[in-house]
Structure formats: structure tokens, C-alpha cells
């Protein structure tokens, strides 16, 4: 069966970096697309990114492009989040989630970044 | 950008009740909706996708309706366990995919 392992989430100061892993078992990350969503308590559910199957279509939400890059281990079946120059506005609890076509059909459990002096 | 709206933000119900929720889109999406549930401490999951398809596992009291910009999530016969803060998402107009800002379910 799917299933989305994160790990990753901490505590960072501003302007530093943190790479966020969810090991994906039940399919290989060759067959579908995945997004990265977070949640905050001032925005709610908030898309971050999504790379696509073949990693060739990757897309980022406005408040992170520049900052953040989805790439994956497909010798490993992970998918990664790379977050460079955090902000307090960053903190929040990240999700990755597989796609079926466009669609979400599985979330992970979530990896809380605080992004915090 | 596909702005996504919810009403109410919070519905306060009673045991074995029907329960509406209500997602308008600034937009057309077709059917192009997910309803995902949330309960307290969890990750969400999807319980609804074409706006009324069921996801596996989640029980017949759950329905989805809608087409273009108005969305409905129904819950009949409401039970404890549907105390949750439900959201609706389109995958129409893309990128962004957007959420509306959830509706919480309390008893």
C-alpha cells in the first residue's frame, strides 16, 4: 500500500537551510507527480511546489521560487525539499503528497519547520 | 490565480445530523475539486475527488456535489468521528493548485 514517510522538520534561524525527505513505498516516484504543501497559521493550506513524473515540469509557488527546489533519490524512492534563506513566514507544518494525475490521493504525515532566532 | 472561498468557517451541529458545507471557486474548474478532511493533530486526507467521487474507505454519509463554481460537501447522519476541519481544493487552473480556508465541523 502508499505510503509517505517524512522526516526533516527542526528548529533553524532565519536566513539558514534545511532539506525536508519523504520516503515514498507502494509506488515509485517514476509514475507520478508529487507536491510539497504546507500549513500556517496565518495562510491555512498553502501549495508549495510539485515536480512532475519525469522531473521535467517542476513549479513553484511565488513565496518560494528562488528559495526552494524539489528534486528526488529515485535509487532510493525519496523525494526532497531543499529550503535555503528561511524566513519566519516559512514556519509551518510541510507535507508532501502524491498525485494521481493532477489530483492529490495521499498525503504524508507532515514535518514541522519553525523557523525561529 | 483560482481563489477558492468556504462557508461557514465553523458549522456547530448535533449528533446524527445533515450537514452542509459550501466551496465557491472565483473561477470555473469543471469538476476539478478534492474535499480533504483534517482532524485535530493529523494530516488531512482526501475523502472526495471530482467533486463527487468517494475516496476508498470513506463512508456512504459523505457526498460531494457540483459543477463550474459552487461545490457542496454533505455529511448525513453525523457522527463524532466527522469532527474535522474540511477543505476543499481545486486541480483545474494550475499553477497554483489552491485550498479554500477549510470549514471546522464541532459538536
Known amino acids: 500500500q502508499v505510503q509517505l514517510v517524512q522526516s526533516g522538520g527542526d528548529v533553524v534561524q532565519p536566513g539558514r537551510s534545511l532539506r525536508l525527505s519523504c520516503a515514498a513505498s507502494?509506488?515509485?516516484?517514476?509514475?507520478?507527480?508529487m507536491h510539497w504543501v504546507r500549513q500556517t497559521p496565518g495562510k491555512g493550506l498553502e501549495w508549495v511546489a510539485v515536480?512532475?513524473?519525469?522531473?521535467?515540469?517542476?513549479y513553484y509557488a511565488d513565496s518560494v521560487k528562488g528559495r526552494f527546489t524539489v528534486s528526488r533519490d529515485l535509487a532510493k524512492n525519496i523525494l526532497f525539499l531543499d529550503m535555503d534563506s528561511l524566513r519566519p513566514e516559512d514556519t509551518g507544518i510541510y507535507y508532501c503528497a502524491k498525485l494521481e494525475y493532477a489530483r492529490i490521493d495521499y498525503w504524508g504525515q507532515g514535518a514541522l519547520v519553525t523557523v525561529s532566532s | 490565480e483560482t481563489v477558492m472561498t468556504q462557508s461557514p468557517d465553523t458549522l456547530s451541529v448535533s449528533l446524527g445530523e445533515r450537514v452542509t458545507l459550501s466551496c465557491r471557486a472565483s473561477?470555473?474548474?469543471?469538476?476539478?475539486v478534492l474535499w480533504h478532511q483534517q482532524k485535530h493533530g493529523q494530516a488531512p486526507r482526501v475523502i472526495i475527488y471530482d467533486a463527487s467521487t468517494r475516496a476508498t474507505g470513506v463512508p456512504a454519509r459523505f457526498s460531494g456535489s457540483g459543477s463550474g463554481t459552487e461545490f457542496t460537501l454533505t455529511i448525513s447522519d453525523l457522527q463524532s468521528e466527522d469532527c474535522a476541519v474540511y477543505y476543499c481544493?481545486?486541480?483545474?487552473?494550475?499553477?497554483?493548485?489552491?485550498f479554500g480556508q477549510g470549514t471546522k465541523v464541532e459538536i
Open positions: 481544493q481545486q486541480y483545474d487552473d494550475w499553477p497554483p493548485w489552491t
Open positions: 515536480i512532475s513524473y519525469d522531473a521535467s515540469n517542476n
Open positions: 507502494g509506488f515509485t516516484l517514476t509514475s507520478c507527480a
Open positions: 473561477q470555473g474548474v469543471r469538476n476539478n
